[in-house]
C-alpha cells in the first residue's frame, strides 16, 4: 500500500500467508535520506494462520478470517487503513524454466534503447506456459547484441538483433486465483503477486553475494524454498514439501507427546547436534506444557531433529546438484525462515552442504527491531522491500523484472466489483 503521511514519506505494505502464520509488515522509505534504500518498520503483525496447507489454500474462508485478523491488528497499529498489499506467493506447484527473445533493433542507426530491450523480454515470455500454469515473472539474465554474450545492460549499445535470456517462473492458476480471492475478500487490493523466496533473498543478500553465488533457503513450517544466485542472475528457485512442522512430528512421535509439547521442546531445546550434547542432559516434559513430570535425554531430542534437519540439507543439495551447483557457491548458505531457529543449524549445514552458511537476516531495515531480527518475518519484509524498490520515487529494482500475475489480479476484482449491487 503507498500513500503519502508527510511530505516526500511514503507507505508500503506487504503479507506473507504462511501455513502457520500470516504475517504483515508495513513500511515507510524516505526517498530523501541520503539516497539511501532504508525502510523504517511501523509495524509487524504476526496472527495464527487457517486454511493453508503446504503454502496453498485449502480453506478460503478460513483464510480470508486469518487476513482480515492480521489486517485489522496492523490497522490499529498505524492508525489508519491498509488499502493496497504486495503478497506473497509460494507453493510446491511453482516452477521455472529459461527461455530466450529475439528482436531487431528499432532505431536505424542501431542504437539501442529501453523500448527494445522491453519488446526482448516480452518476446522471451510468448513461449506457451505450460497446462494451467500462469507467469508470475519474467526475470532478465543476460542480453546479446550481435552475438556478443554475456551482456547485463545493453541500453546504449550499437547492434541489429538483440537477444534477452530470461528465466520465466509460473504458478498454478488455480492457486493464483485462491490466493487473490482471499486477499480481495479480506478487503483490499492488491499491488502484485510476488514469489515468496525471490522476495526474501532480495532483503537478505548484498549484490556481491549474489555476484559471487549464494543460495538462500527459507525453512517454512510445511515447505522450505530456496532461490539461487550467481552472476547476480537467478540459477533456480525450488519449493521442497518439508519444513519445520515435520521436525515438531517426529519430536512428537519420538517422546510420544502432544504437537504442542513437541512444539515448546523443538523452539526451547531443539539442537541439531547431538554429539556435542551430554548424555546426563534431561528435559522435563512438565517445563514444556506437559501435564505430568517427565524427563528426555536432551541427546535423544537432538538426534530426531538433527535426523529431520539433515534430510532438509539433503533435498536442498539436490536441488543445487540439479543446477550443478553443489558445493561451488563461494557467498554459501542464507538461512532464514522460522524454521532456521533451530539451534546449532548453521554449524550441522556447513558439514552436510560444504558451504559457508549464517542466518539471513534483512539489511537496511531499521525499527521494530524484534521483528527484523526476527528470522520469521524475512518473506514478509522482502516483499515490503521489493515494493519499495519497483515503487518509491527514484529508485529502479535490482532486480529488473516482468510481472503478468497483476493481469489475472485485475480480472477477479473486476468479477467481484461486478457482482456487488
Known amino acids: 500500500m503507498i500513500f503519502k503521511r508527510k511530505q516526500n514519506l511514503e507507505i508500503i505494505s506487504g503479507i506473507d500467508i504462511g501455513s502457520s502464520a500470516v504475517r504483515v509488515v508495513v513500511g515507510q522509505y524516505d526517498p530523501d535520506e541520503k539516497n539511501k534504500r532504508n525502510i523504517q518498520i511501523l509495524a509487524a503483525v504476526e496472527v495464527p494462520s487457517e486454511g493453508v496447507h503446504k503454502g496453498v489454500i485449502t480453506s478460503i474462508e478460513e483464510c480470508v478470517s486469518s487476513v482480515s485478523n492480521a489486517l485489522e491488528k496492523t490497522e490499529r497499529t498505524i492508525g489508519c487503513p491498509i488499502e ?10 511453482i516452477i521455472s524454466q ?21 519488446r526482448a523480454v516480452e518476446a522471451a515470455r510468448t513461449v506457451a506456459a505450460p497446462l494451467n500454469y500462469e507467469v508470475l ?18 541500453v546504449g549499445m550499437t547492434g541489429i538483433r538483440l537477444e534477452a535470456d530470461t528465466r520465466i517462473i509460473y504458478g498454478l492458476s488455480s492457486h493464483i486465483k ?3 480471492k482471499t486477499v480481495y475478500r479480506a478487503g483490499v487490493d ?44 537467478v540459477v533456480h528457485t525450488a519449493v521442497i514439501p518439508v519444513g519445520s512442522e515435520h521436525i515438531t512430528n517426529d519430536v512428537a512421535i519420538g517422546l510420544r507427546s502432544s504437537i504442542d509439547v513437541a512444539e515448546r521442546v523443538k523452539i526451547y531445546f531443539g539442537e541439531c547436534e547431538a554429539d556435542k550434547i551430554l548424555k546426563k542432559e534431561k528435559i522435563n516434559l512438565k517445563d514444556c506444557g506437559s501435564e505430568v513430570f517427565e524427563e528426555v535425554s536432551k541427546k535423544y531430542v537432538a538426534e530426531i531433529v538433527g535426523a529431520r534437519v539433515a534430510e532438509i540439507l539433503e533435498k536442498v543439495n539436490e536441488e543445487l546438484t540439479s543446477v550443478q551447483k553443489a ?11 522460522g524454521g532456521s531457529k533451530i539451534g546449532g543449524l548453521v554449524e550441522f549445514s556447513k558439514d552436510i552442504m560444504g558451504l559457508p552458511a549464517s542466518l539471513g537476516y534483512p539489511l537496511d531495515i531499521k ?55
Open 84 to 93: 493496497h498489499l504486495w503478497v506473497g506467493i509460494s507453493g510446491t506447484d
Open 327 to 337: 558445493g561451488v557457491l563461494p557467498a554459501g548458505v542464507l538461512f532464514t525462515g
Open 367 to 421: 525499527g521494530a527491531a524484534d521483528k527484523v531480527k526476527d528470522l520469521s518475518f524475512g518473506t514478509s519484509i522482502g516483499l515490503l522491500k521489493w515494493g519499495t524498490m519497483l515503487h518509491s520515487t527514484g529508485m529502479k529494482s535490482s532486480l529488473p523484472l516482468v510481472n503478468s500475475s497483476s493481469k489475472i489480479v485485475e480480472k477477479i476484482q473486476s468479477l467481484f466489483k461486478s457482482l456487488i449491487p
Open 190 to 233: 492488491i499491488d502484485d503477486l510476488v514469489l515468496s523466496i525471490l522476495a526474501n533473498g532480495e532483503v537478505v543478500t548484498t549484490p556481491r553475494q549474489k555476484e559471487l553465488g549464494v543460495v538462500v533457503v527459507n525453512i517454512g513450517s510445511s515447505t522450505t524454498s530456496l532461490v539461487v544466485y550467481e552472476d547476480g542472475d
Open 98 to 118: 529459461e527461455s530466450k527473445g529475439v528482436v531487431a533493433v528499432a532505431k536505424t542507426d542501431g542504437e539501442i534503447e529501453d523500448e527494445d530491450v522491453d
Open 178 to 180: 485462491n490466493i487473490t
Open 137 to 154: 515473472h519474467v526475470i532478465p539474465m543476460t542480453f546479446s547484441v550481435d552475438g556478443q554474450t554475456g551482456i547485463k545492460d545493453p
